[in-house]
């Protein structure tokens, strides 16, 4: 079984997160961010994973801690979840649509944690939530996840459909990225680990 579930507290934030790989089924997700969640939601459903997530943070200082945790645990979730990740397809690049918007995510699997991040927003926020958040959310995660992720909004008017196609990318890619294939002995790489 390719799951996870572990939890992370400091005097900033207390978070709870569980995972499961090759799940249909949306978990609970709540980090007291309405939009966050919302977001969170996408890379389940379009990732097929089963994510739960039950987060407080100190929300009344701003919604940093909490975003930036919350890729802290989600990103060693997938780390752990994944163990030696044998077999596994280890890259995706995925485009993905929506009305205006158009994004791009790849992704490595490859050990090396690095994130290129080129998105041009056309506003500070969606609602209450900071649009800037987004980047150290998935910094947070592609550091603890040791993964390669390149992000690029391609072209987009409206702030809300730019950030969904990045995160139902991201979840697509992720899904791609970590599908076994059985033609592939061991891991996929000269090296021979990942």
Do not use: C
Request: glycine share 10%.
């Amino acid at each position: 079984m390719r799951e996870f579930s572990g939890s992370r507290r400091t005097n900033e934030t207390n978070i709870e997160v569980s995972l499961k790989f090759d799940e249909g089924e949306t978990g609970s997700i709540d980090t007291g961010i309405g939009f966050f969640d919302h977001m969170l939601q996408q890379v389940a459903k379009h990732g097929q994973l089963q994510i739960n997530i039950k987060a407080e943070g100190d929300l009344h200082v701003d919604d940093h801690h909490t975003i930036e945790d919350v890729g802290l645990l989600l990103g060693r979730g997938l780390l752990e979840s994944l163990g030696d990740k044998k077999g596994i397809k280890r890259y995706s690049t995925i485009f993905t649509p929506m009305d205006d918007a158009l994004s791009m995510v790849s992704i490595d699997f490859s050990g090396r944690p690095y994130l290129h991040f080129d998105v041009a927003y056309r506003g500070e926020r969606v609602g209450e939530f900071e649009v800037e958040l987004v980047e150290e959310f998935f910094r947070a995660l592609a550091m603890s996840s040791a993964i390669t992720l390149h992000i690029r909004s391609l072209y987009g008017k409206n702030n809300h459909h730019m950030i969904e196609t990045i995160f139902k990318a991201f979840g697509r890619a992720l899904r791609e990225a970590t599908t076994v294939d059985p033609t592939i002995k061991g891991v996929l790489s000269t090296k021979g680990t990942l």
